[in-house]
């Protein structure tokens, strides 16, 4: 099965049709749906996504982008929503240098506050960064070493993919990768080994060729499969069994 390790459905351009659409995910091999955090409003839609679906799992994390809206209660309240059960990572966190919405200084405090508390509940971490290499890799060697993360919508060289790869972490790859631009990250796939990748759609962004622009969707995944597997020069089938694979073990996902 496909597993989507980054989605946000709980977004509002999905609400004329969410349910109509993450009814049709499991019959066109869409097994399970990962539902990554972005604000501390959004943490609430997820757990309910999570609760009517049993295909979808959630992150509550909060992005760099609004790490202004971060506090104490932010964190408690953090808190108890990775204790349910299916709530399964702390994310997206990060670093974001490209909107540069928050200062520099008030997201590294809040990536290394979430990636503390992922760390004490042993969760693995979803990270965002965006033109923020050398801050999120320093921050990452010295706060996350020996933790699950997954890179997501990698956007970086080849030669800091393979570092983190060296330290255990995923590389998430989404649509970005069938674009026809996209020359960095297809070095990317082909350099890092298969057991480094997840799929991702990070929707309703993001779209793979031949729906680039329009609203994304989990359904759209087999493109990017189709792209690693020609980029590597394996089958279809093995990137998204080893996907899975990685995927499960990322979130800790039992097969069932
Ligand atoms: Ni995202």
């Known amino acids: 099965m496909i597993i989507d390790t980054h989605a946000h459905y709980d977004d509002e351009q999905f609400?004329?049709?969410?349910?109509?659409?993450?009814?049709?995910?499991?019959?066109?091999?869409?097994?399970?749906?990962?539902?990554?955090?972005?604000?501390?409003?959004?943490?609430?839609?997820?757990?309910?996504?999570?609760?009517?679906?049993?295909?979808?799992?959630?992150?509550?994390?909060?992005?760099?982008?609004?790490?202004?809206?971060?506090?104490?209660?932010?964190?408690?309240?953090?808190?108890?929503?990775?204790?349910?059960?299916?709530?399964?990572?702390?994310?997206?966190?990060g670093l974001d240098y490209y909107w540069d919405n928050e200062?520099?200084?008030?997201?590294?405090?809040w990536f290394i506050r979430q990636i503390e508390l992922a760390r004490e509940k042993e969760m693995p971490v979803i990270i965002h960064s965006r033109e923020a290499a050398a801050d999120t890799f320093e921050i990452m060697k010295e706060h996350a070493a020996g933790m699950k993360a997954v890179i997501h919508c990698y956007s970086y060289s080849p030669e800091m993919a393979r570092e983190y790869v060296k330290m255990g972490y995923y590389i998430g790859v989404g649509g970005v990768v069938?674009?026809?631009?996209?020359?960095?990250?297809?070095?990317?796939?082909?350099?890092?080994?298969?057991?480094?990748?997840?799929?991702?759609?990070?929707?309703?962004?993001?779209?793979?060729?031949?729906?680039?622009?329009?609203?994304n969707c989990s359904l759209y995944l087999p493109y990017v499969a189709e792209k690693i597997a020609r980029i590597k020069g394996v089958s279809v089938e093995e990137v998204v069994s080893r996907t899975e694979e990685n995927s499960r073990d990322l979130y800790g996902l039992r097969d069932n």
């Not at 959004?42 to 609004?66: C, M, N, Q």
């Not at 200062?103 to 405090?109: P, R």
């Not at 631009?181 to 796939?189: I, T």
């Not at 057991?195 to 622009?213: F, N």
């Open 15 to 93: 609400d004329t049709d969410r349910d109509e659409l993450l009814k049709k995910m499991q019959e066109n091999g869409i097994g399970v749906i990962v539902n990554a955090g972005s604000t501390i409003e959004s943490w609430d839609k997820i757990r309910r996504l999570t609760e009517e679906y049993p295909f979808v799992y959630g992150a509550v994390g909060v992005h760099p982008d609004e790490t202004g809206s971060l506090d104490e209660a932010g964190m408690a309240e953090m808190e108890r929503m990775l204790d349910l059960e299916k709530i399964v990572a702390v994310g997206e966190i």
């Open 103 to 109: 200062a520099h200084e008030v997201q590294k405090k």
């Open 178 to 215: 069938t674009f026809k631009n996209a020359k960095k990250l297809k070095e990317v796939v082909e350099e890092i080994p298969l057991s480094s990748i997840v799929l991702e759609t990070d929707c309703p962004y993001l779209a793979p060729e031949p729906y680039r622009g329009k609203r």
